[in-house]
């Protein structure tokens, strides 16, 4: 059964850092990992998709890397500004029918004025 | 630019009751998922659905739940005797192909009283 895993829980950092988001997965015969971001009390924004095949996405900011033979994906945020607060979650799916989604339990991120 | 549109907002229910959750996915798109997060849990994928039948469910899409789409843009979830359980955000999202990224709509607050 895949387990999907996020460290740190929760980050605080000051407005300016880079920083970096760390997911790691149990089995890696995944078809893609996709990036979200939770604001509170709202849905799940969609930041970044990496097929298996690739190893890393860029989207402003933002860049993606996957190793899947080491089942583990990072999110770069570069130059970090309190609109980024929130909470990211990565997740996994299989090459299967279904396109089923495997969740991690999300990084909560403050980013401090 | 289009999205996923979810009604209610919040349902407030009794035990014992069903509900219906409705969603309006992309109109391109293809592929159908319900997914839910129990307050300070992972997101957890329930059902996905593709050509007016279910790809894929998980053990918790048990025999109280079920998923139709009755007309050309309506998705709906449905809980035939809702327990306390159940309460939790419930999430639709859509992708227009299978194993493609998906969007996720702004989702449904259930409360079981």
């Known amino acids: 059964k895949q387990e999907v895993t996020q460290i740190p829980a929760a980050l605080s950092v000051p407005e300016g850092e880079n920083l970096v988001l760390n997911c790691s997965f149990t089995d890696s015969a995944i078809y893609n990992l996709q990036w979200f971001r939770q604001d509170p009390g709202k849905g799940l924004t969609s930041l970044l998709l990496?097929?298996?095949?690739?190893r890393e996405q860029t989207s402003g900011r933002l860049n993606a890397s996957l190793d899947k033979s080491s089942g583990r994906s990072t999110l770069y945020i570069a130059a970090s500004q309190p609109g980024d607060s929130a909470t990211y979650l990565c997740a996994v799916s299989r090459n299967n029918a279904g396109n089923m989604l495997t969740f991690g339990g999300g990084t909560r991120l403050m980013v401090k004025p | 630019e289009p999205e996923v549109t979810q009604t209610p907002s919040h349902q407030v229910t009794q035990m014992g009751q069903e509900v219906i959750l409705r969603c309006v996915p992309i109109?391109?798109?293809?592929?159908f998922y319900w997914y839910r997060q129990i307050l300070g849990q992972k997101v957890e994928f329930l059902v996905s659905f593709y050509n007016n039948e279910i790809s894929e469910k998980s053990e918790i899409f048990d025999d109280q739940f079920s998923v139709e789409r009755p007309d050309g843009s309506n998705f709906t979830l449905k809980i035939r005797s809702t327990k306390l359980e159940d309460s939790a955000m419930y999430f639709c999202a859509s992708s227009e192909q299978g194993l493609n990224e998906q969007y996720f709509g702004p989702g449904t607050r259930l409360t079981v009283t």
């Open positions: 109109s391109n798109h293809l592929y």
């Open positions: 990496i097929q298996s095949s690739q």
